[in-house]
Each structure stands twice: as C-alpha cells, then as structure tokens.
C-alpha cells in the first residue's frame, strides 16, 4: 500500500508542476522556466524548515512567495522577447536557477552535526515529515489537499473574466489589446500565479523526497513539466491531471514490467501522442 | 595575458562546432517557423552512427568515421522531420515542439541501450600534432575541427544562395503560401532542409566527439541548451549570426572556465544569454525588435 501511497504523492506533486506551466501556457507563453521556480521553492522550504525550525505550512507559503516573486521578476523581462526566443531564454533562466544551487553552500551545526545545502552532494536530512510521525498515507493526504485546492481556484479563474483575459491574450495578442487588455499586467500576473504553483509543488516536494540536489530540477523536468498541460490538452485542468496520471502512473510506473524497453517507449509514445492528438488528450473547443 | 589567448583560442576554435549546432537550429527556425529541439541530439546520434563503420570496416580510418557519421546525421534528420513534422498540421504550434522533446528522449535511449551506456572513443584527426609558438600552442586536432566547420559553413552558405533549391528553401520561408503557388513543394523543401540540418549536425558531432576524444548521451542535453544559446544570441533564423556567436559563446565560455572554474562556467554563459535578451533582444544580426 505504501507503494500506491508514495506514487499518489509523486503524482499530486506533478500535477502542481504541470498546473503551473498550465497557467503561463494559457497566456501563449511556452515556459521552461517552471522548473526552476519549483526549485526555488524546494530549497527556501527546506531550509526554513531545517534550519530555522518553522512548521510546514508557513513553509510552504514561504516557498510559494519566493517562487511567485522570482516569477514576477522573470517575467517583467520576458515580455521583451515572444515566441520561441522565450522558450529558450526560460531554459536558460531555469539552467541558470540549477547551476546557482549546485554552487550554493550554506550550513549550519546544529548540534554535533552540520545542516543545509552543500552545493553539488544537495540538501540532505529535509526531516519535518518523519521528525513529526506522519505516515505515507497522511503525507499523500496533505499533499493532495494542496493539488485540489490549487486544481479548484484555477478551475474558478477559467470560469471567470480572469481566464477569459488569460486565453484571449494566448489566442491573438492583437486583438486582446485592442479591446483594452493591459498584456503586461496579463501576462507577468500569470507568470506570478504560476510561479506560486510551482513554489508550492517544489515545497511539498523537498519534504517528501527529505533529499534535493541540483540534479533533480535539470531540463528534463522543466520539459515534464509543460508536456503534462500540452499533452492533457489546454481546455481545462483536468486535462493536465489525466497527463500526469497517464505519464506517471502509467509510463513510467506501468511499463515497469517491461525493463529496459521502458524509457524506449516513453519517448516513442509522447511522439504518437503529438502525432494522432495534436491538440492534446482533453484539447479542443471548451463544451 | 597568454593564457587568456590561449583560453581565446582554443574557445574559438571549439565555437566552430556550436555554430554548426546554432545554424542547424537557426535554419529550421528560419524555415518553418518551429523549434527543433531534437537537433543536438541528431547530432550526436550521427556521430554515434559513424563508429557504426567499424562493424563493416575493422581498421577504418578517421575521415571514414566521420563521413559515416556525415550520413547517419542526414538519415536521422530526415527521420526526425517525418516523426515530428510532416503530419502534424501546422495550426499546432506545440504539439511539434513536444514531439521534437519525444524524439530527442527517444534517440537518447537508443543510443544508452545500443553502448550499454558506457562513453565510446572517437577518433581524431591530427591530433599529435601541436603547433607552437612559444608557449602558445594551437592543437592540431582543434585547427582540424576548426577548418572542418568553415568548409561546412562555406558549402552551407553557397548552397542557399546558388542552387535552385537553395531558392526554393529561402523562398518557402519567406512567403509559403506564395512558394506553393509557384510551384515549389513545401513538404518536399521541409524534408531537405532537415536532411541537410542533419547532414550538418552529424559532421559537428563527429567534430565534438574527436575533439573532446570520447563520446556519451550525456552530452545531449548540455549542447541542446548551448546550441539554442547560440541561436538566440545570433539572432533567429540569421546563419551568419549562428557563426558568429557560436565563436563568441566558444571564446566566452572558455574564458570564464579560466577565471572562475568549470563548476560557474555555465552561470556565466546563462548570465551572457540575458544580457543580449534585455539590450538586443534581436540577437546580433536578427532584426532589432527580435523575431515572434
């Protein structure tokens, strides 16, 4: 049972991953900058938790702050380059946000032994979890409460003028500003919303993992983590869910049994994926 | 003083192979409008495909190694182009991208799983030749590299703008619809320009496995980022532009791998990337205004 319960929380984590790419790419921002903003939240999580001995939740808010200020900071630039060129300056930016925590030293003794990130071995002994006495199930159990009430208020800004601005200014940017939509406060306000998102994700996630290095948040995460919204579709949130269940659960945990020949097909079946359903499983026009 | 030439120098002239890697993405870009991100791996699943020659050839000689890797680069970019771009209609920016994500997982595996994962030694040529002048020493095998890379870029450049099919690739990505009235085959024009991107990524991964002495799929990911570096610095679709920053990012990157180590080194290249997307978002020789 522990085995469903450590793949639940990898796929609630993931879904807050996707989520927050989901967000920017409504705008018609392709993002790969979400990976970087989970780190961001992983590592101030961790060490407020480890080394200034506060509780999670505050914790978590504190992750979800820092990642949605870095976002507001990286979007204020961004809006200067369109298209592709921002899918390539947010890999950067991403790159840049991995390559500063492997070069990122700060610990503390705390008793005989000394705490904190150490730049390439990573943040070891992130304990608040097992410090505490909680169980898999109740970790899965938290882990989700944030995933649902992350999925409703996004739900809530589709059905309201919010999302309204956000996808018409991802459809024709002309015609949004000619109708009086300010795309500065449009777009930076969703990099914010998303960066949040993700700080929250990178937080639950140093706690569950009690181990993070630079390794973790690389490229291919930051790939994950827009393939979750294009590949679930972008008409609602729970298109991205269906992705990250469907990549997760059943790629990569559900192919297990096929050995060797699973990473194989991983790649051969994003590939048929985008080929037969282009606009993604949930994808299409809005019912 | 020396050292910072020297570092110059050798940056430079290893710059030669990102610049083939930035024209092979600026190139696609310039044509369809759509990102490649497929490509560096192409390259190095070429120069993989070339050490295939010492199946059939025991003792093969270097240059035989790389014109293999020169064709197995093109095969694999005519592959990539049918997989990721020949079917999705075009009203979908992002399914392609994603399908180019697939397929650069995809050639990855296949290289872990054909070499077991472990690193393949690539041969070079010249390389027990070193010229010196003083203490200054320029490596044979990298002037190799080097010379190599213009002559691709030479023969590149003649064929855009002397051949009729360089024509026809300048004209579909200029004005599609108005190609296809007169006449040109866009799929066909697509086709070729992956195969030659191809042809071009194999040659520059067989040029970066003989310089560097051995080769591993953990080299995909780091020249993806360095070669999408190097196209955005040169600006979007600009081929001279690639040139040229690929010998800048080449010369920069060496440059703060002398001054701050090889564990910042790759801060610094990010941190340069951003300098050029807030004062010249256009990239060196791309329009001002930058590219949508």
């Known amino acids: 049972m522990d085995f469903y319960y450590g793949l639940a929380q990898t796929v609630g984590v993931h879904t807050l991953l996707g989520l927050s790419a989901y967000i920017v790419l409504l705008t018609g921002q392709v993002t790969l900058a979400q990976a970087g903003f989970f780190a961001i939240g992983a590592y101030t999580a961790g060490m407020l938790t480890v080394l200034a001995g506060w509780h999670l939740v505050p914790a978590i808010g504190a992750g979800a702050l820092t990642g949605a200020a870095t976002a507001c900071a990286v979007g204020f630039p961004a809006l200067r380059v369109k298209g592709l060129m921002l899918v390539v300056a947010t890999l950067a930016f991403g790159e840049g946000v991995r390559l500063f925590f492997f070069n990122f030293d700060y610990q503390v003794a705390k008793g005989e032994i000394k705490v904190g990130p150490v730049g390439g071995e990573g943040f070891r002994q992130i304990r608040f979890f097992q410090e505490n006495g909680w169980t898999t199930g109740e970790v899965m159990l938290f882990i989700w409460a944030f995933v649902i009430l992350v999925m409703a208020a996004l739900w809530w800004f589709d059905r309201s003028r919010y999302g309204a601005v956000l996808r018409a200014v991802g459809e024709d940017e002309v015609a949004a500003q000619s109708v009086g939509v300010n795309l500065t406060a449009v777009k930076v306000s969703a990099m914010t919303v998303g960066g949040a998102v993700a700080g929250i994700g ?63 097909l991983f790649g051969a079946l994003i590939v048929l994926a985008m080929n037969l359903r282009p606009q993604g499983l949930f994808g299409g026009r809005r019912a | 003083m020396l050292d910072f030439l020297q570092a110059v120098s050798d940056g430079v002239l290893f710059g030669t192979t990102y610049a083939l890697i930035g024209i092979g993405f600026t190139l696609v870009f310039g044509v369809m409008h759509k990102l490649n991100l497929a490509y560096a791996a192409t390259s190095i699943g070429g120069a993989y495909a070339g050490l295939l020659i010492f199946q059939v050839w025991a003792g093969a000689p270097a240059w035989a190694v790389f ?86 870029m030479i023969v590149l450049l003649a064929l855009l703008y002397r051949t009729r099919l360089g024509l026809a690739t300048r004209a579909v990505s200029q004005q599609p619809v108005a190609a296809q009235l007169c006449g040109i085959r866009v799929g066909q024009v697509n086709a070729m320009t992956f195969v030659i991107t191809g042809l071009l990524g194999g040659i520059a991964g067989a040029l970066i496995g003989a310089s560097v002495g051995a080769l591993s799929p953990l080299l995909t990911a780091p020249l993806t980022v360095k070669g999408l570096i190097v196209t955005v610095i040169g600006g979007l679709g600009s081929i001279p532009g690639a040139i040229l920053a690929g010998l800048l990012v080449g010369g920069f990157e060496n440059l703060f791998q002398l001054y701050r180590g090889v564990t910042e080194r790759d801060l610094y290249v990010m941190l340069l990337l951003f300098a050029f997307l807030v004062f010249r978002p256009g990239g060196l020789l791309g329009p001002k205004g930058g590219h949508d």
């Open chain 2, 67 to 152: 014109f293999c890797a020169f064709l197995g680069g093109g095969v694999l970019g005519w592959v990539v182009y049918v997989t990721c771009f020949h079917f999705i209609p075009l009203s979908n920016p992002l399914a392609p991208l994603m399908a180019t994500v697939g397929m650069l997982l995809l050639i990855d595996e296949v290289i872990v799983h054909a070499t077991a994962g472990m690193p393949q030694n690539y041969p070079a040529m010249f390389d027990d030749v070193m010229l010196r002048a003083g203490e200054f020493t320029l490596r044979g095998d990298l002037l190799l590299v080097g010379g190599v890379s213009v002559l691709c």
């Open chain 1, 202 to 264: 990178g937080a639950l996630y140093a706690h569950y993992t009690t181990h993070i290095e630079h390794a973790n948040f690389n490229v291919l995460l930051a790939t994950f983590a827009i393939a979750y919204p294009i590949v679930g579709g972008l008409s609602n949130v729970f298109g991205t869910l269906a992705a990250v269940i469907f990549v997760q659960a059943f790629l990569i945990e559900g192919l297990r049994d096929l050995g060797d020949w699973r990473n194989l």
